[in-house]
T-cell receptor
């Protein structure tokens, strides 16, 4: 079945460590996104990519890094520079829309990161 | 911020009643979308309404859009316990290509 797979579902990290969250999609979508969700704050955009080997910062990119070497994959690295990394991270993808409309986003099941 | 704001933040109703959630936003948009999220899960797309549309239906869902007031509403009719979830509006602003901005959500509880 087509969809988006995020892993791991739960991750624990010690302070000062980098961690990488995986996001893979088999929907043949060009655009992929990473959002962070904190309680009561909705979703905030970290990074997005519209094409392989290209990506743009979102509202809260500091302390995060991404790569887009393959169309299917968009991993997110949470670096030690991220001051408050404990959160629920959501990956999404979409068909690359025209400038007139951003279409429906398809989300993975999320990864919950806890810093100990 | 270009985020939408949902109202109310939380809503509790009895099974069979209708639930109405509202979303207000600040910028001109191409479309507005509603998503549902069960606790600890990913978001699921419910419905998309374009800026030139005023009302749209999908099953028990009815969405309205008033671009002059920069607001939208989501109505769930004949609610069921399985409708218990958080509901988010997301706006596609005209000034940003291929980005959606999400509100803080309405937490709906349907009591059996």
């Amino acid at each position: 079945d087509g969809g988006i797979t995020q892993s791991p579902k739960y991750l624990f990290r010690k302070e000062g460590q980098n961690v990488t969250l995986s996001c893979e999609q088999n929907l043949n979508h060009d655009a992929m996104y990473w959002y962070r969700q904190d309680p009561g704050q909705g979703l905030r955009l970290i990074y997005y990519s519209q094409i392989v080997n290209d990506f743009q910062k979102g509202d809260i990119a500091e302390g995060y890094s991404v790569s887009r070497e393959k169309k299917e994959s968009f991993p997110l690295t949470v670096t030690s520079a991220q001051k408050n990394p404990t959160a629920f991270y959501l990956c999404a993808s979409s068909i690359l829309g025209s400038r007139l409309n951003t279409g429906e986003l398809f989300f993975g099941e999320g990864s919950r990161l806890t810093v100990l | 911020s270009q985020q939408g704001e949902e109202d109310p933040q939380a809503l509790s109703i009895q099974e069979g009643e209708n639930a109405t959630m509202n979303c207000s936003y600040k910028t001109s948009i191409n479309n507005l979308q509603w998503y549902r999220q069960n606790s600890g899960r990913g978001l699921v797309h419910l419905i998309l309404i374009r800026s030139n549309e005023r009302e749209k239906h999908s099953g028990r869902l009815r969405v309205t859009l008033d671009t002059s007031k920069k607001s939208s509403s989501l109505l769930i009719t004949a609610s069921r316990a399985a409708d218990t979830a958080s509901y988010f509006c997301a706006t596609d602003p005209q000034t940003e290509a291929n980005n959606l901005f999400f509100g803080t959500g309405t937490r709906l509880t349907v009591i059996p």
